[in-house]
């Protein structure tokens, strides 16, 4: 996981050839985590949280889907230059709760809502 690094266009290439990449599909669906973003274009970065039933992979293919994934803070922006990673991944018996606690310290860090794209 700690080498996962995809590009808006590899992201939905995943998400939509189910046959080709089920091993990839299986693995991030397996794993609750800290995503981050890359905005290429800015170098600005955003961190999202993945939990629930389809982990990891359940989250990206929304952004697959609409570029944004409903985050008000990437819409607008071109998600062609968007690059994916994961900084953590949590266990899927961790509770919301904790997920959001990793999140928010994952965005102290990298200051993502002072510099980022994460808002305050």
Request: net charge neutral; with cysteine.
């Amino acid at each position: 996981y700690d080498h996962v690094q995809l590009s808006y266009y590899n992201l939905k290439k995943l998400t939509q050839n189910c046959s080709e990449n089920a091993i990839w599909q299986t693995m991030l669906s397996s794993v609750n985590g800290i995503y981050h973003i890359c905005d290429q274009a800015t170098g600005k970065s955003y961190v999202g949280s993945a939990y629930g039933e389809k982990g990891i992979f359940g989250r990206w293919s929304e952004y697959a889907h609409n570029g944004h994934g409903g985050n008000k803070e990437l819409k607008g922006l071109d998600q062609t230059k968007f690059e994916f990673s994961i900084l953590e991944i949590i266990p899927s018996t961790s509770s919301v709760d904790e997920v959001i606690q990793r999140e928010n310290r994952w965005k102290e860090r990298l200051k993502t809502r002072e510099f980022g794209l994460n808002s305050n």
